[in-house]
């Protein structure tokens, strides 16, 4: 059974089941019912991440999901289900490369 656009996208970003369910704004039962594969952000956020693939690899993109950007988590902008600015950090991702930067001490 090839598995949906709910668990690639749960895959590739390397989330738990309650982190799913926030970033999709699902109780636990609609994520077990499958509800999460009938929504729309679900669709995007796949199709976003099999565009990506290609140009970084999975652990990177699990890293990157959490490390902090110019302008915030993308984490937390999926967190806000603010699916715009998550697509804009994977675009900045993709133009850029993951840049990690030295604390300042």
Known sequence: MTPGATERVQ??????????CDVL?????QLLSGEGDLLPQTTVLDELLRASAEQVNGEALRRWLRASGPKGTPYDHLVAHDYGAFEDA????????????????
């Open 25 to 29: 704004g699902l109780s636990p039962v």
């Open 90 to 105: 994977l675009e900045t991702l993709l133009a850029r490369g993951f840049v990690i930067r030295k604390r300042d001490a």
């Open 11 to 20: 895959a590739q970003l390397g989330l738990a089941d309650d982190e799913l």
